[in-house]
C-alpha cells in the first residue's frame, strides 16, 4: 500500500509500516476502535465517532439501491472513523499489516479533500495506531482551547 500520495498532501499515516505477520480483518480492527473508544469516553468522542457505510458494503447490490444511497447523501470513500469536533477527527483504518489491505475508490481523495478543509486527516494501521493519532487529535484539541 502506498501511502505516499496522501502523505504528500498533508495526511498523517499512524502505524509501523514495516511490521508484518497475521493481524486481525479491517472489519475486527475497527470493531475493537469502537468498543474501546466507546467504554473509555462515553459521554465524549465514544458518543459522537461514527463510521459511514459507503457503497463498498453492498457487494451485489443493485444499481436502483446504489443510486438512491448516493442522492440521500452516501459519500464513496467516506474514512472509517469520523469523530465532529472543533477540529474533525478523520481516519482510514487499514490492517496492521498494511500490504493485507488496499484502497478502495476514492479513500485517499476523501482523506485529502478532508485535510485540505481542516480536518485532522490520517491513516491508521491497526487500532493501536488509531488511538495514538486519536490522542494526537485530542492534544491538539485542548491546545487549541
Known sequence: MNFQ??????????????????????????????????????????????????????????????????????????????????????CELKRKDHTKSKWQPDQEKYLIAAHDNGAFACVALGYEAAFEALYDWQKMQNNSR
Open 5 to 90: 500520495r496522501v502523505e504528500v498532501d498533508g495526511v498523517r499515516v499512524y502505524g509501523d509500516r514495516t511490521w508484518r505477520g497475521a493481524c486481525p480483518a479491517e472489519g475486527q480492527e475497527q470493531a475493537t476502535f469502537f468498543n474501546k473508544i466507546r467504554r473509555e469516553f462515553p459521554d465524549t468522542y465514544g458518543a459522537l465517532a461514527v463510521h459511514i457505510r459507503n457503497e463498498q458494503q453492498l457487494r451485489g447490490g443493485q444499481f436502483s439501491a446504489v443510486a438512491k444511497q448516493k442522492i440521500e447523501g452516501m459519500t464513496p470513500g467516506a474514512s472509517d472513523i469520523i469523530i465532529p469536533a472543533r477540529v474533525t477527527f478523520v
